[in-house]
């Protein structure tokens, strides 16, 4: 199956949701053709908190109505498209940097960041939602958030899991990422769409280019530093689907598991 997937690429407003389905809309205008959509890291309420109350104050109970859930559910209705977005989630007095996969039909389901990066450990719970893969009918996704890109583990099981594409959410900083996922992806032999946030919050500035990978390690598509904007590209699952790289050599059933024990 060839699908369309599009990169949402923009500067979410700390702490306003109501701001960010504003921003968000003239991006979603610029979607045609798209089967799935994925938007940053926490793409509801920006991510330079000063501490736990600020950000308690602009999270989302997932499922439950509000301005920003509303949003994606009208632009997955009216567009007919499935649609990734990371997002501040509450559960009781515990909040998580999560991200959210939204179809014409309602909410899919979610995973919840398990590496959390410098100062989310003051106010974020680590992930606890597993490794899910998603089959959007034709084509199978899993779900990382930025500084998950570090840790192989949750990338291989996902792959091995049947992940044609991994949806990486990210506010990153460095180019380390955009090292790495070339590698990623020729090691499991899946896409991986990077969608990343642009802008300075408090100090620190995170630097867009948003970026596609394609099975074979290519880089294939990649955003500007600093504009918001839209990138696409089309993935096809027979490449995907093909764990061979040489004609004797396929990448799970090669592995010697028995031997990697620590």
Not at 74 to 93: C, F, H, L, P, T
Request: hydrophobic share 35%; with cysteine; net charge neutral.
């Amino acid at each position: 199956m060839i699908a369309k997937i599009s990169v949402i690429q923009f500067q979410p407003a700390l702490a306003d949701p109501e701001e960010n389905t504003r921003r968000l809309q003239p991006l979603f205008d610029k979607i045609e053709g798209s089967r799935l959509v994925i938007m940053p890291e926490l793409s509801n309420s920006g991510y330079n908190f000063k501490d736990f109350r600020e950000a308690s104050s602009c999270s989302e109970v997932i499922g439950r109505k509000s301005l920003f859930q509303d949003f994606l559910f009208n632009q997955a209705r009216a567009k007919n498209i499935y649609i990734v977005s990371g997002i501040n989630e509450r559960e009781e007095d515990r909040l998580y940097n999560s991200a959210i996969l939204v179809g014409p039909g309602g909410i899919l389901g979610k995973y919840r960041k398990m590496h959390l990066f410098m100062n989310e450990k003051d106010i974020f719970q680590k992930g606890d939602a597993g490794l899910p893969v998603f089959d959007l009918g034709g084509f199978k996704i899993g779900i990382m958030i930025c500084f998950d890109y570090l840790f192989p583990e949750p990338w291989r099981i996902m792959a091995q899991k049947g992940a044609d594409l991994i949806c990486h959410p990210s506010n990153l900083l460095t180019e380390n990422a955009h090292r790495c996922l070339p590698g990623i992806s020729l090691m499991n032999r899946i896409y991986i769409a990077t969608a990343n946030r642009t802008g300075t919050e408090r100090g620190i500035t995170f630097n867009g280019r948003s970026v596609f990978t394609d099975p074979t390690g290519i880089i294939t598509r990649m955003a500007s530093p600093d504009k918001d904007e839209v990138i696409s590209f089309e993935i096809d699952t027979q490449l995907s689907g093909n764990k061979m790289i040489t004609p004797r050599n396929h990448v799970f059933d090669d592995r010697r598991p028995e031997y990697y024990l620590p």
